[in-house]
């Protein structure tokens, strides 16, 4: 167990906090594999000289971006104090330790919202940092209401990246749009469009922080979807992930871009589709479950897929998908949260959101924690969380 530091004298100041976390916000979109972070140095005086958040992967972090901020600006560095959303990284990866980078520049104090579950810092970026004399005060340890408040919207942001260090899965959202009455699409199968333009850029949105949006065989096949993030501005796509168990994804599909990895889930072996598919810039992954190994029809295992999402450096899995896998992957209990947008429209007759059910019972239901419930353009965007779930 790391030696604990007594808290600091200088309390860090509201406004020192919520820089840090717009700076992490700013990464949102590019950082993927790494987590979102943000750095303010602030003097001795109280005045902020340097700030900076994370950069694509393979580019500087938070904690360097904010030192070549205050060197520009014509700033001296030394007894400055680091306020940050995340301990910093100890070890060489595809960029320096940003402990030392601190160490080297003179700063003395570092105040950090949370420790790093990477196994590969995981309290050592702490501990160099005290060892060359640097006083460390991390938030989630701490009796102060702002400081724990800061430390869990940082993690919030970083949820993903949390959950694929501690529980070796991805962070999986399920994003439904349906009828205030529940459904998705008529029984002719019309869907477009039940919410309005401001939900869909919405949408499109929360695809853009994902590493991967996953959907079904039946989803491309009906709707022959492109997938990926449209009308607003992100330097990355998400790879596209496809549970196709017999193979049967046209390789002329409108989903295949340039640079934009697709990756295909199958359960039985398909020599010449695979070879076409693989032409057109897709993986195929062979992941058969266990029971249904021998079965006429073997379906993808979807717990083992998302296993091997996280081993392929996914934190956040957004879905979009029909009824039937939404249901496989609820029943499974691999959903962790629901973005649902529901349209000021009454329906009646047409597709669900899932085949859940039916149950007998009501204590069998998939209980839920209310996040968040906000309008977006006409309709409602509902966040919900199934109970239990962050608490890693």
Same mark, same amino acid.
């Given at each position: ?6 808290? %600091? ?11 840090? /976390? #717009? ?10 594999? &790494? ?27 938070? !904690? ?13 560095? *030394? ?21 030392? *980078? ?34 460390? !005060? ?13 430390? =869990?919207?940082?993690?919030?942001? &970083? ?41 869909? =850029? ?24 492109? %997938? ?66 021998? *079965? ?5 295992? #979807? ?22 896998? &939404? ?11 629901? %973005?649902?947008? #529901? ?36 309709? /409602? ?12």
């Amino acid at each position: 167990m790391l030696p604990q530091t007594p808290p %600091l004298s200088n309390r860090p100041a509201p406004d020192y906090l919520a820089q840090t /976390l #717009l700076q992490a916000q700013a990464a949102l979109l590019r950082s993927n594999p &790494n987590p979102r972070v943000g750095c303010v140095l602030v003097n001795r005086e109280g005045e902020v000289i340097g700030q900076g958040s994370t950069q694509r992967a393979g580019g500087p972090h938070a !904690e360097v971006m904010a030192l070549r901020d205050a060197q520009a600006l014509g700033h001296a560095t *030394a007894g400055a104090t680091a306020y940050v959303t995340l301990e910093p990284c100890s070890h060489h990866g595809r960029t320096g330790p940003c402990c030392d *980078a601190l160490i080297d520049a003179g700063v003395t104090h570092v105040v950090a919202a949370l420790p790093d579950p990477n196994p590969l810092v995981a309290g050592q970026g702490f501990a160099r940092l005290r060892a060359a004399g640097v006083a460390v !005060e991390v938030a989630n340890d701490s009796a102060d209401p702002a400081l724990r408040a800061w430390a =869990a919207a940082a993690r919030a942001l &970083n949820i993903g990246f949390f959950s694929r260090m501690l529980r070796r899965t991805p962070w999986v959202r399920l994003k439904t749009a349906a009828s205030v009455d529940g459904v998705t699409a008529l029984p002719n199968g019309q869907s477009q469009w039940i919410t309005g333009e401001a939900a869909r =850029a919405d949408g499109h949105a929360w695809r853009a922080r994902a590493c991967a949006v996953l959907t079904g065989i039946g989803t491309v096949l009906q709707d022959q979807p492109r %997938l990926d993030v449209r009308g607003i501005e992100t330097p990355r796509q998400p790879a596209l992930v496809i549970v196709d168990s017999d193979l049967q994804t046209p390789p002329d599909a409108r989903l295949f871009a340039p640079q934009r990895p697709v990756l295909i889930y199958a359960a039985t072996q398909h020599a010449a589709r695979q070879a076409a598919l693989e032409r057109s810039g897709a993986t195929v992954v062979y992941l058969p479950g266990a029971a249904a190994a021998e *079965a006429a029809s073997p379906k993808v295992d #979807l717990a083992a897929m998302l296993r091997d999402l996280a081993l392929r450096d996914m934190n956040e899995v957004h879905i979009e998908a029909g009824h039937k896998l &939404n249901g496989s992957l609820l029943r499974a209990g691999l959903v962790d949260e629901l %973005l649902v947008y #529901l349209a000021p429209l009454w329906l009646g007759t047409g597709a669900s959101m899932s085949n859940w059910g039916p149950l007998t019972n009501l204590a069998d239901g998939l209980a839920l924690e209310f996040q968040s419930a906000e309008m977006v353009g006409t309709d /409602l965007r509902v966040l919900a969380r199934v109970a239990g779930r962050g608490v890693f």
